[in-house]
């Protein structure tokens, strides 16, 4: 799971291409999401990608120099 949401994060990958990539199924990938935005308590990668994007910009935040 968190290779798959690194793959989305990172890379922008579809999830035919992480599919292509991890040689599984589009709908192994979409249960991989489903499960990932249950346990981050997400209705949607959208969101999950924002909470993301939030962290990150928080830590550069707090540990600028």
Do not use: P, W
Not at 33 to 43: D, R, V
């Amino acid at each position: 799971e968190s290779e798959i949401f690194l793959m989305i994060a990172i890379y922008g990958y579809s999830d035919y291409e992480i599919a292509e990539h991890c040689r599984i199924s589009e709908k192994t990938v979409k249960k991989h999401l489903s499960n990932i935005m249950n346990k981050a308590g997400m209705k949607s990668i959208r969101q999950l990608l924002s909470l993301l994007f939030n962290h990150v910009l928080m830590y550069r935040e707090h540990y600028r120099d």
